[in-house]
């Protein structure tokens, strides 16, 4: 007897690849996690726009304070003075990695001293000229200790540079230091050697001294070289003291770079 097929019997399914596809839910969890990096990424964006705000503040702070419009005003009367232009050719702008300050050319070869906490890990260095013209400037010797850097750099054409003075300096003798303070360039001001002890292991200075001056030079009226800016005092609120600038008499410069005395044009 032949078996009957049978008519209930239900038809096999066949799953299709559809099947398997699925909505993934997001969890509570997941969606908390979102929403938490949404705030860190908002916060971040704000504070970096909030340090772009502050640092133009600053700036335009720096630009109309009390003491940049001095530094201005009596840096355009003394440059009246005979001469005091010609001192300035040689005076420099020290622009390094993510720094700025003050250098002077001593040679017409191109030899420029400057502080060496203002070349420190700033390569690549570059010195630009009161005329426009930017060199690269190579660290030749540096001494930490005496805060002091001698660098090079090469011109088509002789430059501008700046003499020592021979004789040592005098207490009250009055003196020049031109440099870059805060965001200006190429200020001369005028004060006297506050020393009262002889020899001179640090040049206290009576001259306005502010960041951007490290590295000045300091001049005597006849545009020599007698000391090199690298601090100002910072007297306690209570003392009623006046702040004084720090310089490296040029003696103590000639003693660590003694190649200089040969070198330096007469």
Not at 225 to 253: D, F, K, N, Q, W
Request: hydrophobic share 35%; glycine share 6%.
């Amino acid at each position: 007897m032949k078996d009957q097929p049978e008519d209930n019997k239900e038809e096999e399914y066949v799953p299709t690849p559809e099947d398997f596809l699925f909505d993934e839910e997001e969890s509570e969890e997941d969606f908390k996690k979102k929403k938490s990096k949404k705030r860190l990424f908002r916060l971040i964006g704000i504070c970096l726009v909030l340090l772009l705000l502050l640092q133009v503040a600053n700036i335009w702070f720096n630009l109309y304070s009390s003491d940049n419009r001095e530094l201005v005003r009596t840096s355009d009367e003394l440059s009246q003075l005979e001469n005091i232009n010609e001192f300035k050719e040689a005076v420099v702008t020290i622009q390094g990695n993510g720094g700025r300050g003050t250098g002077f050319n001593i040679h017409p070869e191109g030899l420029i001293l400057t502080n060496h906490h203002v070349i420190d890990s700033r390569d690549p260095i570059a010195a630009i000229f009161p005329n426009g013209e930017i060199l690269h400037a190579e660290v030749m010797k540096s001494d930490v200790d005496l805060d002091v850097a001698l660098l090079r750099v090469q011109s088509e054409e002789d430059l501008p540079y700046l003499r020592f003075q021979i004789e040592d300096a005098k207490q009250s003798e009055k003196i020049y230091v031109i440099g870059n303070p805060l965001t200006q360039t190429q200020i001369i001001n005028e004060g006297e050697i506050l020393n009262n002890e002889f020899p001179f292991q640090v040049l206290k200075i009576s001259n306005a001294i502010f960041p951007g001056h490290s590295g000045s030079p300091v001049l005597s009226q006849k545009g020599e070289v007698v000391g090199v800016v690298y601090a100002r005092t910072i007297p306690s609120l209570r003392s009623g003291e006046e702040s004084e600038g720090l310089a490296i008499p040029i003696e103590r410069v000639l003693e660590v770079f003694p190649e200089l005395k040969e070198i330096h044009v007469p």
